[in-house]
């Protein structure tokens, strides 16, 4: 990997000397310092209108009540207008300059030091709520949802159980596979996950039955909010491509197993995963994330190179992002005995074969039109060792091999009561730590 030719994509930003007078946010492992800055909608029990948040420290930057207070007034207005809405959309709708300026603004405010700093901590009481009260909502009104599969581990894990003879599809290293999703079940992190029912086929000798789900998953994926629109039957070229990735969250694309394994052919998953999918609060931006680039996943000898409308210089040198994320799962039996929760996997997203980017591009690439909004899985990110499965389904060989918890309980898949969470930060020499918080959820009974 190679973290060094990204120096193009850093600014003032991201100066590791950066320090915020917002207590917490220089803590060193804290997930929102001030090189940070994601975005995020909340609302407290005393003003229950949807607002436009930055997490910095444990505190979050009301951006309704900086517009009031006239700390944005360098802003253009539609860039005041967005930061004062109820969702992220409007801001999304003006691309990723429209964010930029948002945030080159608010590390101005937020530092110790320079004249915008003067400005903005005299009006902390106005403009800085605590975390501990507010509540988080969905970041965005997602119009349209989809799911990509691009770490070529995990298709590997998965289709070695599925077609020993051929677990690789022969498009996989041509296409970035996805499918269409669900947009109305995403969910916010922390929302509870009910068991679904669905037709099951466990013995192919007889007819199929209804119950509830007995191979519960979860799928450890980034999604990626889609800014700007490109007009239907408008491609976007590889090269405008991350000009329309906002930022990065953490998704759960929770799996039904074997209503998938009954259902998914000829066309793919459907009532299997459309159930919930969970996302993190915090919108981590591209721009944020620029230290973290590296070298996207070089393909081993023998692959076939992406197609031209696939492939660029910039794509392949800094095209992936070094984010470690991680696997956690506490069940209702340790809860109820303080047992904490216990680490099932930890995998890096930037070992996965397509790039955020390839993936819009290919998208749009027949003049699909994406909106301000739109939701990108990346797909369940695996790597190639047997502590980097993102999934329980590889975990356990699809329930072959059960992992034993601390508690002494065994799971082959999820059972009620079980919470899963999922953790991703960014660190490395040079650069401050950066988190995307959690993305978590409860498994309740079918009930
Ligand atoms: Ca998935």
Known sequence: MTNTSNDSMLDETHDPLLQSWVEGANDRVTDFPIQNLPFGVFRTAAAHT???GIAIGDHILDCAAAVRVGLFDALPDAGRDALGATSL???MALGRDGARAVRHLVSRLLRTSGDEAGRAQPLRAQILVPMSDATMLLPAQIGDYTDFYASVHHATNIGVMLRPDQPLM????????????????????????????????????????????????????????????????????????ES????????????????????????GPFLAKSFATSVSPWVVTLDALAPYRCESYVRPEGDPAP????SNAHDAAQGAIDIRLEVWLQSAAMRASGTPAVQLCGADFRTMYWTFAQMLTHHAS??????????????TVSGPGATERGSMMELTLRGKTPVTLLSGETRAFLMDGDVVEFRGWCGRDGAVRIGFGECRGEVISAE
């Not at 970035?176 to 992190?189: D, K, M, N, Q």
């Not at 909010?225 to 405008?240: D, H, S, Y």
């Open 50 to 52: 949807p607002r436009v």
């Open 89 to 91: 959309n409007p801001l």
């Open 170 to 241: 022969p498009n996989y290293k041509w296409i970035p596979i996805g499918y269409h999703g669900r947009a109305s079940s995403v969910v916010l992190s922390g929302t509870a996950v009910r068991r679904p029912a669905g037709q099951l086929r466990p013995d192919p000798a007889v007819d199929p039955i209804v119950a509830p789900t007995r191979s519960l998953d979860y799928e450890l994926e980034l999604g990626a909010f889609v800014c700007g629109e490109n007009a239907m039957g408008q491609p976007v070229p590889l090269e405008r491509a």
């Open 244 to 267: 329309r990735l906002f930022g990065i969250c953490l998704l759960n694309d929770w799996s039904a197993r074997d209503m998938q394994g009954w259902e998914y052919q000829p066309l």
């Open 307 to 310: 197609l031209p409308y696939l």
């Open 366 to 379: 027949n003049g699909c039109n994406l909106r301000p909004g739109d939701l990108l899985g990346s797909g």
